[in-house]
DNA sequence: TTGAAAGCGCTAACAT
DNA sequence: ATGTTAGCGCTTTCAA
């Protein structure tokens, strides 16, 4: 079974013509005789050849019709809706994704980024990591089109597309306030996080907006995961003076809250950023603050597709919105 | 603007090195002075050079380093817990990942298989759609390793890696049934999935062994969504005879169940095929068959590294366990 | 309507 | 320790 693949060399043979004949027939040419252009799809198809795209890209010169896309975890439900409005948006313009999960490790991000530039992605999606060097990742992208998602690259010329965190955390705790509280809680994603960052001085401005001094003791900075969240909301919860609401920082961050609350079986009420799946059947539903991960995911992708085709405009930075969905969770007064 | 990019040439130039010099130093190969090599890494640097990966592996004739993921929908947790798995073994084998969504249309499904195969990716893993035509699928694939995940593509040669359904289908009717319920509806996807008919299959069979008549009024097949299974349950809560508890056969029709039985106020048990998150919160939390979706695909994936890297034994033929996780909404009992 | 030759950017094999 | 040559599989350019 040493037979290589067999070339177009190979079919030319097989179909008594030449190489550049063959290349005509494959890619749709006109000035082929029917009866020629039968003989070759019959080669093709006895043969089984596929054309090699790396030979015709190289040649070409052209694009590779992919785009790479760095996100922090596939399998979570924020990022996946990303991945599937950026694939839609691909797939229209052609281009099929490569995607790789950074796991939030700059060194992984750098290596994830060298990889797809040296393949020759036609662009780059990235939700930058925000621990490593800024200047490294962008000597590395040099040269290859790129649009960041969710969170800034420290370049004021890249194109961005971010959610309004700010407005939303204002939000989320604007309502925990209107229902009556003045004990909120706080968590949020680590502090080298540019949404943990936003999302928590949303929190602390809505708090000072309305006159209520904030309590540090109430703030947990620093959560990545459901347990590190549920962990922090058992230790608020056993407080000798509890909050009587939380504002959770992100989808992980509000599953790990409900289950603590669930398990101490207090009445504590709690507004998530992120919409969650089933947060409607909650035995409490859980308001949210609301937006579109696959919109945000299109709307890069599309940036993107246009600087691919060479648009030279300013840099872009869409900013999209939040709504706060009240289901009940929010709603709860203070014990 | 018009400036291509820099090639090894480009850098030879600039170090006052030859071509091969380059090539020696940016793939670490011995035998290059390490002052030389200093020049040429400043070359690289300074011109900013990449090297071009599509023309090494034509050249070297090797790999492309990457494998090709063909699932139904990155957005549907199931699959975006596969695609992790797939990825973290990709990693290790210093691989990338380029996912497509089939969407279940068996066109977009050889499309994309064409466009990977053409691309000379390593291999393919798919979750193979079940409406086309299996010989042409075959016929593109040829050449390419590929493992299917999930279902099993017509051909016995294929390593395959599934799930037990119809174990895990009789485990949650068994359940019910020891629950005491007789009326048990069964909501399951469209008919051509294998997975559909296996825990149609496991449904009835777990009826008949315990004597029960299966009532064909309590089956909806061909529910392939949120809201199509929300209308069959709201539909069958409606029925003079309604059933006392349903087993819904993915995590799409488990949630489209739920929604209906909170909006119908109905106390019906539920087992789900599929675990979902914070199902263990809600007002009745969900009793499921949980099984490991990321598991299938490290384990598929490993497979495939297997079969890249040579394997010549015969086709496997994994089958993943299914546990039933008991939560409250399999244990309510009949009206 | 068809074909021959050159070359995309790199690495492998062979000099030196 | 460094350089030269050939060629991966294709498309482009030019000729027939």
Redesign the interface.
């Known amino acids: 079974m040493g037979d ?2 067999p070339t177009m060399r190979d079919v030319a043979a097989a179909a008594g013509v030449s190489l550049k004949t063959v290349s005509r027939v494959v890619n749709g040419e006109s000035f082929v005789r029917p009866d020629t252009a039968e003989r070759v799809r019959d080669a093709i198809a006895r043969l ?1 050849f ?6 015709r ?2 040649r070409g ?1 052209g694009r ?1 019709r ?1 785009i790479g896309l760095i996100i922090e ?3 979570n ?1 924020f990022y ?2 990303i ?2 409005g950026v ?1 839609d948006v691909a ?1 229209a313009g052609g281009r ?6 950074s796991d939030e490790d700059p060194a992984r991000e750098l290596l ?1 980024i ?7 992605v036609d662009g780059l999606l990235i939700v930058p990591s925000q621990t490593g060097d800024p200047r490294r990742r962008a ?2 992208i ?2 290859t089109p790129a649009v960041f998602l969710d969170r800034p690259a420290d370049d004021p010329a890249a194109d961005t597309v971010l959610i309004d965190n700010l407005g939303g955390a204002r939000t989320a705790v604007d309502h925990l306030l209107a229902h009556g509280h003045r004990r909120i809680a706080c968590l949020v994603d680590l502090p080298e996080i540019f949404t943990a960052r936003q999302r928590h001085q949303g929190y602390l401005e809505a708090l000072a907006a309305h006159g209520v001094q904030a309590d540090p003791a109430l703030v947990r900075t620093g959560r990545h995961d459901v347990r590190g969240a549920g962990h922090a909301m058992t230790e608020l919860l056993a407080l000798p003076d509890p909050p009587t609401a939380v504002f959770a920082g992100n989808n992980l961050l509000t ?1 790990g809250a ?2 603590a609350i ?1 398990a101490a079986g207090t009445r504590t009420a709690l507004v998530g950023f992120d919409d ?8 409490t539903p859980v308001t949210v603050i609301a937006h579109e991960p ?1 919109d945000m995911g299109r709307q890069a992708a599309e940036l993107l597709e246009g600087r691919i085709r060479g648009d030279t405009g300013p840099p872009a930075r869409i900013l999209l919105p939040t709504r706060l969905v009240a289901r009940g969770s929010g709603e709860i007064p203070p014990g």
Do not use: K, M, W, Y
Not at 96 to 101: A, M, N, P
């Open positions: 290589r693949r089984g596929q054309r090699n795209d790396l030979a890209t190289l010169g590779t992919s975890d596939v399998a439900p996946s809706q991945a599937r694939e797939r099929l994704v490569i995607s790789g999960s994830l060298r990889s797809l530039c040296e393949r020759r000597e590395l040099a040269g599953v409900l289950r669930g969650v799946e089933l947060a409607d059947l909650l035995a696959a």
